[in-house]
């Protein structure tokens, strides 16, 4: 069973590997961001999230901004002092996003014999329409929140962009 979401923020920045230093974003979402965000709303161990269609709806536009952040790592043993290792770094990020993210879940070995997909499709619809979520989603990173809104299967409230365009190489996902 697919459910569909419309994703939308101010600011996005999901951020090209190869360009490491000052944030670049790519031009859209990316499917392990999008999976992300279905995960916020319902993660279980017994399934897994498949991102099927992405739609853009608004125009694709850039904003330069600069950020503060801190240069070095949390450790568990030492604490940062914010103020003393901050630094300021530009970054190219999306403004103004919305999506239309359709996805499916599959079940995994963990799947224990209670489970079902009607159990676990009830429990994602029940979640998505109250708005409840188990962390914030967020488009890229924790700084840029993400709004979802699911749309009923079969209805196609939002109109998409009707540009064709190369979007160039985008990491996919990454296997642990």
Partial sequence: MAFTLEIS???????RPELK???VSYDVITPSAARGIFEAILWKPAIKWVIDEI???KPIKF?????NEVQSKAS???TIAASEDRTQRAAMVLKNVCYVVTAHFEMTS?????DSEAKFAAMFERRAIAGQTFNQPYLGTREFP???RLISAGKSEVDTIKETRSLGIMLYDLDY
């Fill in 9 to 15: 923020g101010d600011y996005a920045c999901f951020s």
């Fill in 21 to 23: 230093v000052e944030r």
């Fill in 55 to 57: 739609c853009i709806c």
């Fill in 63 to 67: 904003e330069n901004i600069r950020r």
């Fill in 76 to 78: 568990r043993r030492a």
């Fill in 110 to 114: 963990r799947a224990g014999e209670p």
């Fill in 146 to 148: 993400a709004k979802f």
